[in-house]
């Protein structure tokens, strides 16, 4: 065991179990946190896989703008708790069993199918410098230029659809 | 085409425009009429010009003719029909013939056109349909089109098209007032006399066909020249064959001009306007078939069999429909079989050879007949002046005297009776039929009316064959032609003329002497001028028409005439004798007719004196010898029977009740109810389909509570989905 | 080093987390949350092969990790229009129990 693999177990522990946390929460706030700390978890996996400009992202974007979004759209409503109901009896132990075979079945998968001689080495230096982000712009606005720019319009498309959605009617009253 | 030399001096050029003229005045005023709001005079002026364009064509042609010394001109204006042998074009066949007959229509045919223009303004107006005007006048420029087609063709089938085309301009004249009748009878009266008219010329008509298929199967033309150039060789070879095609054409002729047996139309034509009975009843149309045993000379002559039966067929009518012209009472029925009589004599002269005979007195006959026809329609409309005024009179008084003592009820049924009165003078005040055509209804018009009075005093004279008279020399001719050789025929024919004087006699004392014997004779007027100068203008034609053809040495102008189409024959000299007791006769027949009417005028409501001495004779005179109960009870009795067993038993009980309602509809109801519906559709087909509507109910039923609105489960299937497609690709 | 497979594996874990969320959960917040977990376990796997399959110099293999960067754009644009969905669920309902939003029921 090298310490590679130390810290990714490490990394995966803290991962997992804030999942699993965000999924058990009772209280909604709770969870949003719990997913904070698993986004911020997934980040250094990503500076460890020598994707830095993504981490920057998964932490600015997701952690910090997306969180700050659900956090502040669970207050505003109230909806940290919600009453239990019994609608759908079967739902729950279905649920844990097929979530149990997918794990098993991935995992088999992934096991039984993948490269054995692929490994992940910890990144060196020059994968984090400059070049490598270099690198990345280029290949994002000369491949995949249209698909950025088709992006964009979904943006601007989902910020009208979100205004329009929660814009109130004239004449409506509250 | 023969076109000699001499036709770039005459005027056959303007051929065409015989029809074109009176075209243009019909398309003129068909189009135009309504557009620019033409007046009745403007429309009148412009049909009458129309008319008499033709005349000024005829006359120019007429003109040429004699510049060509009578040679036969054809002018050839379009192709028509170029099947197999047959080659036929629409050509124009001008010689002396041809444009005599053009003259006369075209110049009658104008003086009439003017006189309708007062007259048919008088008609309209008491029978409350101006907007007719125009229309009649359209039909009358129709009408001298299709003559001018019938007298210029060239060939029979043309001839064929014009004689229809009369026919049935005669047909729309006749039922001018189609759906209305003031005499009170039902009101299909009149449109009944125009079917009666066009069914009976369709029986001529099949005659003229006959002809015309036999003369193309052996003569294998129609053309005139070619037909009268191959008949000789066939009357030699096979003699039936001309006798067929003439007795044939006899049929068409007997049809068109009225003669026995076919003449029982004409006298119901009566019920057109009075100019229509002057035009084309009297004057042209039904001249039409003298015409055409003229244009046939060449054929005639070589079978003196049908010669000798169209001669008898003349005579016979001549004779006949003179009797009862006697018997009658209404004007213009006088008249019509009067024109019957006439043509009898046409058809005898022209039967017997005499065709210079026949044409001159068909042309006298066309100004002194339409003369009487005309000045009769003044009396007419003189009669329903009077009563119109009269009446209305009358009416508004007693209108005056029920607003006083009705105070408010005078009602809205009250108000469509006054109305009524002005119809026609049809009705009186009383609501009893006034018939303004009715002699019984006249008498000492003489001093009311004494224009019309003198004019018809004219054409009586020269219908009855006084000397000075046109009628005198053209009917002179006929009989001095009989006498020379056909000895029946001539006797047939002098008492005819014994008839026709005492007739005309009776018809004057009746109507113009004597008192009146109603109101409206009373307070009859006199017409306008539109109507009276024509008549003036034919009373001249009248009484110096005979100037045409005298018989002396030297003259017999018409005959040299004609004598360029039909071989110049040898003008006849006066024969004093015939025309002694001719004239004798007819001074005779005038005197008896004054000794019975003159004498002792009819009073109102007196019984005419003829009818006691003479008994049934009269009353089968007045009845016209039954002739159409005869047809009655001969043909159209029988017919309506046969149809009716057609039609009630074989129809109705056989084909439609049996074999229709028993044996199909009960087939097809048993196949339908019993086997289709009950078995193939209900049970069969309706089954499955109601099978699948319940199995497809039963099955989304246990489907739909999958679809419980959870969207939580949704996603479990989608997750269930996910893992058996992983478990799958793990197992594969 | 660590071998792909325990990222991939890793991955697939927290992916089944997330779905599992998605089913027991009532709260469309909390489901929400889920999602964005299922693709975030996406992205991971992404960035994993994408370093996985270097290229010349060392370089990794750019696309996973461009790929990676639309899944977040995405995502953001999905949890903008989603938030306010819910919002305007809560606004007619006064309720967002997922479970009472089933007037969908056949």
């Known amino acids: ?174 | 085409m023969h076109l000699s030399e001499s036709v770039s001096t005459g005027f056959f050029f303007l051929a065409p425009w015989l029809v074109f003229a009176p075209l243009t005045g019909l398309l003129i005023n068909l189009i135009f009429s309504k557009w620019f709001k033409f007046s009745e005079n403007w429309v009148g002026a412009v049909a009458s010009l129309a008319s008499g364009a033709a005349f000024v064509v005829s006359v120019l042609l007429a003109y040429s003719v004699s510049l060509n010394h009578g040679e036969v001109v054809r002018w050839k204006l379009a192709e028509w029909i170029h099947v197999g042998t047959l080659n036929l074009d629409w050509t124009f066949r001008i010689d002396s013939l041809s444009t005599t007959m053009m003259l006369v229509v075209s110049g009658v045919g104008t003086l009439i056109h003017i006189y309708a223009i007062g007259y048919m303004h008088e008609d309209v107006r008491f029978k409350h349909e101006e907007g007719r005007f125009n229309r009649f006048f359209l039909f009358l420029n129709l009408f001298i089109a299709a003559m001018m087609i019938l007298v210029s063709g060239d060939s029979y089938m043309m001839l064929f098209v014009g004689w229809e085309g009369v026919g049935l301009c005669s047909f729309l004249l006749i039922g001018f007032w189609f759906e209305m009748d003031t005499l009170a009878r039902p009101s299909w009266a009149n449109s009944n006399a125009a079917k009666k008219a066009f069914i009976t010329n369709r029986v001529g008509d099949f005659g003229f066909l006959i002809a015309g298929f036999l003369m193309f199967w052996y003569l294998g033309s129609f053309q005139f020249d070619e037909v009268f150039k191959a008949a000789p060789e066939i009357a030699h070879s096979m003699p039936w064959v001309i006798v067929a095609i003439t007795l044939f054409m006899l049929v068409g002729v007997a049809g068109k001009s009225a003669q026995i047996p076919l003449y029982i139309w004409l006298p119901d034509a009566m019920a057109g306007p009075t100019p229509v009975s002057a035009l084309i009843h009297a004057a042209t149309m039904v001249t039409a078939g003298v015409y055409l045993v003229t244009r046939s000379a060449p054929l005639y002559t070589l079978v003196p069999q049908a010669q000798y039966i169209v001669a008898m067929v003349g005579a016979g009518t001549a004779l006949f429909a003179a009797t009862i012209a006697v018997g009658q009472y209404d004007i213009k029925k006088v008249l019509a079989y009067s024109t019957i009589s006439q043509l009898g004599f046409m058809v005898a002269a022209v039967g017997m050879g005499a065709y210079v005979a026949g044409m001159f007195h068909l042309i006298t006959h066309a100004f002194f007949k339409a003369l009487l026809f005309l000045s009769a329609g003044s009396v007419i409309l003189g009669l329903e002046r009077g009563h119109h005024a009269h009446a209305h009179h009358v009416a508004h008084d007693d209108h005056g005297k029920k607003k006083k003592e009705g105070k408010h009820a005078l009602s809205k049924a009250e108000g469509r009776k006054e109305e009524e009165h002005g119809h026609g003078g049809g009705h009186d005040e009383h609501g009893e039929v006034f018939d303004p055509g009715d002699m019984r209804n006249m008498g000492g018009l003489r001093k009311t009316m004494p224009v019309t009075f003198w004019l018809y005093m004219i054409g009586t004279l020269a219908l009855a064959g006084i000397f000075p008279f046109a009628g005198f020399w053209s009917k002179d001719e006929i009989l001095l032609d009989a006498s020379l050789h056909f000895t029946s025929v001539y006797w047939q024919l002098t008492i005819a003329a014994f008839f026709t004087a005492f007739y005309m006699g009776r018809q004057i004392w009746m109507v113009f002497f004597g008192e009146a014997r109603t109101d409206a004779a009373k307070h009859a007027e006199e017409s306008p001028k539109v109507m009276t100068v024509p008549l003036m203008v034919l009373a001249v034609l009248s009484v110096a028409g005979g100037a045409l053809n005298l018989p002396f040495e030297g003259f017999h102008n018409l005959g040299h005439w004609l004598g360029h189409t039909l071989g110049e024959v040898e003008g006849l000299p006066l024969d004093m004798k015939v025309a002694g007791i001719s004239t004798g006769l007819a001074l005779l027949a005038i005197l008896i007719s004054w000794f019975l009417y003159g004498r002792n005028p009819l009073k109102t409501g007196e019984i005419d004196p003829l009818k006691k001495p003479l008994g049934p004779i009269f009353t089968g005179m007045e009845g016209k010898w039954f002739v159409d109960e005869g047809y009655f009870a001969v043909i159209i009795n029988p017919f309506n029977k046969i149809s009716q067993f057609l039609a009630d038993v074989i129809d109705w009980r056989f084909w439609h009740d049996f074999v229709h309602d028993t044996v199909i509809l009960g087939t097809y109801n048993w196949l339908s109810e019993i086997a289709l519906n009950e078995y193939a559709d209900q049970k069969g087909i309706d089954g499955f389909a109601n099978w699948l509507g319940s199995a497809t109910q039963s099955v989304s039923a246990t489907l739909r509570k999958v679809q419980n609105g959870f969207v939580r489960s949704y996603a479990l299937s989608v997750l269930l989905g996910v893992v058996l497609i992983l478990g799958y690709l793990i197992l594969k | 080093m660590v071998p792909v497979n325990y990222y991939v594996a890793l991955s697939a874990i927290l992916f089944s987390i997330g779905a599992l969320g998605v089913l027991i959960r009532r709260n469309p917040l909390i489901i929400f949350m889920s999602i964005e977990l299922m693709l975030n376990a996406g992205n991971l796997a992404f960035v994993a092969f994408g370093r996985s399959y270097e290229i010349a110099g060392g370089q990794p293999f750019f696309s996973g990790q461009i790929f990676v960067f639309f899944v977040i754009a995405v995502a953001a644009a999905e949890v903008a229009v989603g938030l306010a969905l819910i919002v305007e669920i809560f606004k007619t309902r006064k309720n967002i129990n997922i479970d009472e939003l089933n007037s969908l029921k056949g």
């Open chain 1, 1 to 174: 065991m090298n310490s590679d693999i130390v810290v990714f177990l490490v990394l995966s522990l803290i991962a997992i179990s804030s999942a699993l946390g965000m999924m058990f929460s009772r209280n909604a706030v709770y969870s949003a946190l719990f997913l904070v700390l698993n986004f911020i978890t997934v980040a250094v996996f990503y500076l460890l896989l020598g994707a830095p400009f993504i981490a920057m992202s998964q932490i600015t974007v997701y952690a910090g703008a997306i969180m700050v979004l659900f956090l502040f759209v669970i207050m505003l409503l109230g909806a940290e708790n919600l009453a239990p109901s019994k609608s759908l009896p079967w739902q729950k132990p279905l649920a844990y069993i097929l979530a149990f075979v997918l794990v098993v079945e991935s995992v088999y998968l992934v096991i039984s199918r993948a490269q054995v001689d692929k490994f992940i080495s910890s990144p060196e230096a020059s994968l984090n410098s400059m070049d490598n982000l270099r690198e990345m712009a280029m290949t994002l606005f000369n491949q995949y230029l249209l698909p950025f720019e088709i992006t964009s319009i979904l943006l601007l498309v989902a910020m009208v659809g979100a205004i329009v959605l929660t814009k109130q009617e004239k004449g409506e009253q509250k």
